[in-house]
């Protein structure tokens, strides 16, 4: 019986096997991340960005808990090819040979410009956003006390978000694939995406003219490329089923 035919409880045992899949993997990167944690803190702690900050842990369990949450990071990322390579597997049987490869390819894309947006948000913004911060402490003349554990929350409410959003030209490649989304209804929703792009570029950043147009502009661009790549994708989409079309037909006129 294929995958097509599976019944809806067979459906979901397939989704259980891959989920356990999953987790088994994430419990192994965990463990390889307790020993890459305490470097890339370090390493963290002592750049450009961070070295003239003095960081201060104002409750005891402050350490482990930057330690736990920096592993629980690492193993997130080490385990998210894992994941799409899951989810693709699950929702292959329902797609064409040709799809199914062409799919496939999103996998270390997506990892790509997720770290991409991971870069783009340490190495360009977040740098401007700790200057910005220093220099208006400086002008209302406040002392900062850096709290370790608020530093390093700080750093992951910037760099985490990019890196998901950074992703969105694939997603809405895979979801025009899919049949969900088309490039026109992207195009209707342009003004709507773009307020909420807004509203997201509003809560990530300082209240700054200049840092939110560093997040806002770049989301944009985002958007209107992931159009651009969703019009390849719906004229593959039509493509293929034009080509199937036509394949019944001779296979009619065959009989």
Do not use: C
């Amino acid at each position: 019986m294929s995958q097509r035919d599976m019944t809806v409880y067979e459906h979901i045992g397939e989704l259980q096997k891959r989920l356990m899949f999953v987790v088994v993997f994430f419990l192994l990167a965990v463990v390889v991340s307790f020993f890459l944690a305490e470097p890339l803190i370090r390493y963290l702690q002592h750049a450009d960005e961070a070295k003239e900050l003095t960081m201060n842990a104002f409750r005891i369990t402050d350490p482990l808990k930057i330690y736990m949450e920096m592993i629980m990071f690492i193993a997130l990322i080490m385990t998210s090819p894992i994941i799409l390579f899951q989810v693709w597997s699950f929702v292959s049987p329902g797609l064409y040979e040709r799809e199914r490869k062409v799919t496939l390819s999103y996998i270390p894309v997506s990892l790509i410009l997720f770290l991409g947006g991971l870069s783009f948000s340490y190495f360009i913004l977040f740098p401007y956003i700790v200057k910005f911060m220093m220099g208006l402490s400086t002008n209302l003349n406040i002392e900062q006390v850096i709290g370790i554990n608020e530093y390093f929350h700080f750093l992951f409410q910037i760099t985490i978000p990019f890196g998901f959003l950074f992703q969105l030209p694939v997603a809405m490649l895979f979801l025009t694939r899919l049949g969900i989304v088309t490039p026109m209804m992207m195009g209707k929703m342009r003004k709507a995406a773009y307020f909420i792009l807004l509203v997201i570029a509003a809560l990530i950043t300082p209240p700054d003219i200049v840092s939110h147009l560093m997040v806002t502009v770049p989301l944009f661009i985002l958007y209107e490329i992931s159009i651009w790549i969703s019009k390849i994708g719906y004229k593959k989409v039509i493509e293929a089923e034009q080509k199937l079309e036509m394949e019944k037909y001779e296979d009619i006129n065959k009989d």
